[in-house]
């Protein structure tokens, strides 16, 4: 059953048998990296962040770009338009990690590792999903944050100049030449987690800024993603396609879900095709990311 249906029916089951609800599971994590700024990982967190609000789950997120903190700057164009605008919106319970000013480097990296495990071991009690947005650079926290990852999803611009941030590609034959160092550093971190303890990691590829202008690029584009799925071992997903309105979002703080609210309330214009359809490709990701069944945390 989708995430999206099982959340409209909560703990039903308990109420109409007049037992007590079973303790709620840890929250699921949800890691977005990518070795490569500009992927549109800060977009992808915040509208997975967003639609999993609105389907009445307690959310909780952890920006780790500490050279941009996009995520948290999303977050508090949010907050500032709710008090502006008098509009209620879903928010998560957000923090973000700078890395440790330490000058000894086993300290340093003892010290992040710490404070990173504390923060989502706080998380993991108290909501149901935690998404954690990583830098688009390597990092020991960002590996960390990879070895904790129940689902992994990579934001992976539709073009062969950024598909290196999976795999190296003969530019003649177009057969996987070897994995690139993020594919290694996500094997590395697979091996992490199950030898802490005996989980896995679901990755997923995700095809981002799709163009409908160029028809035999995105064709070829998605047969060497086959390939490369078989091979290293993820699944691929639906992304987002190239629309203006997802950079225009951000100085409100918005998403494509709070849109149709937002029209709605202020009795603005309707919303556009355009926006229907990116609303669409939001919830084909949620859906694609086949997140496991349950039912959202009471207050």
């Known amino acids: 059953m989708p995430v999206a249906d099982l959340a409209q029916d909560v703990n039903t089951q ?12 840890p929250a699921h994590v949800i890691v977005v990296g990518c070795e490569k700024g ?3 990982k800060s977009t992808t967190s915040m ?28 977050l508090s ?21 700078a890395p440790s000013d330490k000058v000894n480097r086993n300290e340093a990296q003892e010290e992040d590792r710490a404070r ?18 990583c830098a688009g650079t390597d990092s020991f926290l960002a590996r960390v944050a990879h070895s904790y990852a129940d689902t992994l999803v990579t934001p992976v611009n539709d073009s062969f100049v950024d598909l ?3 795999a190296h590609v003969d530019g003649r034959t177009g057969e ?7 594919a290694e550093m996500v094997w590395e ?11 896995s990691i679901d990755w997923i590829v995700m095809r981002n800024r799709l163009s409908n202008l160029d028809a035999n690029n995105k064709r070829e584009m998605g047969e060497v993603l086959e390939k490369l799925a078989r091979r290293i071992g993820f699944r691929l997903a639906p992304g987002f396609s190239e629309r203006v309105i997802f950079r225009e979002l951000f100085l409100q703080g918005l998403t494509m879900l709070d849109v149709f609210d937002q029209s709605h309330r202020d009795g603005g214009a309707k919303p556009r095709m355009s926006h229907v359809a990116a609303r669409q490709e939001v919830r084909a990701l949620i859906n694609s990311l086949q997140l496991p069944e349950r039912a959202p945390r009471r207050s």
């Open 189 to 199: 971190q697979r091996k992490a987690r199950a030898k802490r303890d005996g989980g």
């Open 14 to 25: 308990a109420a109409k048998t007049g037992a007590p609800a079973a303790a709620p599971a």
């Open 164 to 166: 290196d941030v999976v």
């Open 47 to 74: 509208h997975l962040t967003v639609a999993l609000l609105r389907l009445g789950y307690k959310v909780g997120t952890i920006d780790l770009d500490a050279r941009q903190w996009t995520l948290t700057r999303y």
């Open 38 to 40: 500009g992927s549109g």
């Open 116 to 133: 990173f495990e504390a923060i989502l071991g706080r998380l993991t009690a108290e909501v149901d999903y935690v998404v954690i947005d």
């Open 176 to 182: 996987v030449q070897r994995p690139s160092v993020y």
């Open 77 to 97: 164009n949010r907050a500032a338009t709710m008090q502006r605008d008098r509009m209620p919106l879903p928010m998560p319970r957000h923090f973000f990690l």
